[in-house]
């Protein structure tokens, strides 16, 4: 559901005059770095790369992150650092006999994680397909924007697509920047002030995961988020890459809490736990139910896992 | 004392001066890089949102431009290999001039990649040690180092041939015949790694075929040499340098062999997908018969196959190779079909259907249009004016200042 009519608009907006209000726009957007006395543009130019940062420098980094969304949002936000918990290896179920495609993950991933509602981006998509034709190897007949006035449609089936956090990312493989990569819980993560928006990992990327901010992200007030983790929810940039975290920064609070996407799903369909513990809910449906992973034979090996549990 | 100086307005005063038709055309080229830039801005201040690419289809106008530019640096360059082979009589023209239009070239190139970028004041984050470049991992990374080590050789060649040309010195062989060398598998590097940047990519099954950094080479060697002999014909005209028909014939020759091996390699292609008619015929489907419907690149595309088949029946029969009326009409011809053929004709239907299934027809916005004319008017102002500076040192009727006055 992207914005894809926004251009048709853009377009109408291009006279003249829209065209030299434009240009002495930017021109004082590209001034500023250099006129300003405030030090603070200075020192998110030469913010390093997540990875990188002392300690020290870490605590200036989200000091100043957190006054400049102070200045744009109004609002108060924490923002949190914590690493991956020991000894955990995160993965997801998805019980596709149980979906029933009413998208109520969507919005909630929406609302958790920030993402900008104009224009719209969503880190899941919910693909529609018709029952007794080609299965889930073959996309092309699938169908992400359905919309009838009840779900679910007679004859169909729903599988929810969104980041697969691979083992073997081929997105991590390709950025030139050293900006996305995968942490130790499994969880493939990016430094929204280290990406340059070159947009290799979306080429790359088989499940259409990533999402660009192609314009700047607007989040109505009332409903932003302000609970954040870096590699998470806080809000992003215009130019840079976002996806699915499988909710940062709840699932490494300690005690965890499921994903936003978890916790709302009315029918269950949607599991998720450590791989490391036996006794997890997620490694119990490993073991007790058929499962599939999408486009295997890719090996990007997701550790996000179909199943038909009926 | 001053010569460096007085140097500098030798050179200043040979790009300057020129007749009515030179202004003119550096008036123009200035004009569209005015409207580029402005473009840009305009860009720069609303986002990408204001191209037609979306998540769907995330690389669009200027990498198409980028990838075929590339291929413009490349074959000049490669040219130097049948300049030797065949003893052609102006090989330092061929070099010389061909490893200008590289260098104009790679300009475009990394501009194109430049404008394509969400944040572009973060472009010191790809760097090796101010950044972190992801080298050997990326070959985004790779590209950045061919391409830049690309230009700094084919600067360093030609300016230091210029400038002792410029002294009346035979230029060392010793220190520029390794270089040249060095310069042809450079050459075939770039466009290998370009290939290879869209080539790894498993999730997407249209790049993801071997037979694809061997076309992207043909193909280069059909537009690039093309290119050049119509630069040929104009230096010839405009300056005093002789370039034998017989050298621009034998290059129309090659270019044909190119083109020839360029359709086999496209039938292939198409025997494969059309034969075995596999899910991953989608892409080549939706480029020459259109997808449910989506029809945009198919004009395109047949036009391109049009242009490529014609050119290579002009090029292949020494009747219309050796006849400049035909000769020149098939140069246009390659160009433009190597163009849609290696420029939306390949990064667009990467995308489409997208992985998820889905079609999002793509085509540019006037903002992408107007900054790679932009772009396109850059590369060409660049050229000019090397060439414009290049010509009458050739020719020796320009020459530096030294130490003791003027040279003779």
């Not at chain 2, 080479?217 to 002999?229: E, R």
């Not at chain 2, 939706?286 to 002009?314: D, E, K, R, S």
Request: charged content about 20%; aromatic content about 14%; glycine content about 6%.
């Amino acid at each position: 559901m992207n914005a894809n009519n926004t251009d048709d608009k853009l377009e109408k907006t291009f006279t003249r005059r829209g065209f030299i209000k434009g240009t002495a726009a930017s021109a004082a957007v590209l001034a500023i770095p250099v006129g300003s006395t405030d030090a603070s543009v200075w020192q998110s130019f030469f913010q390093n790369n997540f990875h990188e940062m002392s300690p020290e420098e870490l605590q200036d980094t989200i000091h100043n992150l957190a006054k400049k969304y102070r200045e744009k949002y109004q609002a108060d936000f924490t923002i949190k650092t914590n690493g991956p918990r020991p000894d955990t290896l995160f993965g997801y179920g998805l019980d596709l006999s149980r979906c029933i495609g009413c998208r109520r993950c969507v919005y909630a991933c929406v609302r958790e994680n920030n993402q900008s509602r104009d224009p719209q981006i969503h880190w899941i998509s919910v693909l529609q397909l018709k029952k007794g034709e080609k299965g889930v190897s073959d996309l092309e007949n699938a169908n992400m924007y359905y919309a009838p006035d009840e779900v679910p449609e007679d004859g169909y089936f729903y599988m929810p697509v969104q980041c697969q956090q691979c083992e073997n990312p081929p997105c991590v493989k390709v950025c030139p920047a050293k900006a996305t990569w995968k942490e130790k819980d499994g969880i493939v993560v990016i430094d929204y002030n280290w990406c340059i928006g070159c947009r290799f990992c979306m080429a790359a990327c088989p499940y259409g995961a990533r999402h660009f901010n192609w314009g700047e992200p607007r989040i109505p007030k009332e409903e932003l988020v302000t609970e954040t983790h870096y590699l998470g929810n806080r809000p992003r940039y215009r130019g840079v890459v976002e996806k699915c975290t499988f909710c940062i920064q709840r699932v490494r609070d300690t005690p965890g809490r499921y994903p936003a996407c978890v916790e709302v799903c009315p029918v269950g369909a949607r599991k998720f736990g450590n791989l490391l513990d036996p006794k997890s809910e997620i490694r119990y449906c490993l073991e007790h139910k058929r499962v599939f992973r999408l486009k295997e034979e890719l090996n990007t090996s997701p550790k996000f896992f179909y199943f038909f549990a009926t | 004392m001053f010569y460096p100086i007085r140097n500098f307005f030798v050179v200043l005063k040979t790009v300057t001066k020129g007749n009515g038709y030179y202004y003119a055309w550096i008036a123009c080229l200035a004009t569209l890089m005015i409207i580029g830039a402005v473009s840009y801005l305009k860009q720069l201040d609303q986002g990408l949102i204001i191209t037609a690419m979306r998540d769907q289809v995330s690389w669009g106008f200027y990498i198409s431009n980028f990838t075929f530019i590339v291929g413009i640096a490349a074959a000049a360059v490669l040219l130097v290999v049948p300049a030797y082979i065949y003893n052609f009589k102006p090989i330092k023209e061929i070099v010389l001039f061909s490893e200008l239009l590289a260098v104009a070239a790679i300009t475009m190139c990394i501009m194109f990649v430049v404008v394509d970028m969400g944040r572009v004041d973060r472009l010191l984050h790809v760097l090796p040690l101010i950044g972190t470049m992801n080298f050997p991992s990326s070959l985004l990374a790779w590209d950045i180092i061919v391409l830049n080590g690309y230009l700094a050789l084919n600067l360093f060649i030609s300016f230091y041939a210029l400038y002792q040309m410029a002294h009346n010195r035979e230029y060392s062989l010793q220190i520029i015949k390794p270089l040249i060398i060095l310069s042809i598998p450079w050459a075939i590097s770039i466009h290998t790694v370009t290939a290879f940047l869209f080539n790894g990519l498993s999730a997407r099954p249209f790049w993801n075929a071997s037979i694809l950094a061997p076309r992207f080479l043909a193909s280069a060697f059909c537009s690039g040499p093309a290119i050049m002999m119509i630069i040929f014909q104009v230096i010839r005209k405009v300056s005093k340098i002789e370039i034998d028909n017989k050298a621009i014939f034998k290059i129309a020759e090659l270019v044909a062999y190119a083109m020839g091996i360029n359709l086999f390699l496209l039938a292939a292609e198409f025997f494969k997908e059309f034969y075995s008619g596999s899910v991953h015929l989608a892409p080549m489907e939706y480029l020459y018969f259109g997808l449910h419907g989506h029809t945009t690149l198919v004009p395109w595309m047949w036009t391109a196959m049009i242009f490529n088949i014609t050119a290579f029946i002009l090029f292949i029969s020494p009747a219309t190779r050796e006849n400049f009326l035909t000769l020149n009409l098939a140069c246009v011809l390659i160009c433009i079909g190597v163009y849609i053929e290696k420029g939306m004709g390949l990064s667009v239907p990467g995308f489409v259907p997208s992985t998820l299934g889905e079609i999002y027809e793509y085509s540019p916005t006037l903002i992408e249009k107007l900054v790679s004319l932009g772009i396109w008017s850059t590369g060409a102002l660049v050229f000019t004016l090397l060439v414009k500076f290049a010509m009458p040192v050739y020719t020796g009727e320009v020459r530096f200042y030294s130490k003791h006055g003027a040279v003779r």
